[in-house]
């Protein structure tokens, strides 16, 4: 019984990217997203860090902080409402 092997050209994981330009690949849209709610959420937490500091006539953190973290919840809540979305039926 004869063994036939077949030799193959090595295979780069990578090929494809290296025809894609750097603008390309880079997914520009999510970056100015999440610098934007980045940006709201800073503007955000300086109002209500003033607000209260008006209200209670010292300088503390509180509530206000939870502002700073607006990408962070973005992101985990657009996950929950895709996933919750795909179990609805909503993908194959």
């Keep these: 019984?004869?063994?036939?092997?077949?030799?193959?050209?090595?295979?780069?994981?990578?090929?494809?990217q290296e025809k894609r330009r750097l603008?390309?690949?880079i997914p520009v849209?999510?970056?100015?997203k999440y610098a934007a709610?980045?940006?709201v959420g800073v503007?955000?937490?300086r109002a209500g860090q003033a607000r209260?500091?008006?209200e209670r006539g010292y300088e503390a953190l509180g509530?206000?902080?939870f502002a700073l973290f607006l990408p962070g919840f973005y992101w985990m809540v657009s996950r929950v409402i895709r996933d919750a979305l795909y179990i609805n039926g909503g993908g194959k």
Excluded: C, D, H, N
């Design 43 to 45: 503007l955000l937490f």
């Design 63 to 65: 509530g206000e902080v």
């Design 1 to 16: 019984m004869q063994i036939k092997l077949e030799r193959r050209q090595p295979v780069s994981f990578y090929r494809w």
């Design 52 to 54: 209260v500091l008006a």
């Design 29 to 32: 849209a999510a970056i100015a």
């Design 23 to 25: 603008w390309e690949r």
């Design 37 to 39: 709610l980045t940006l």
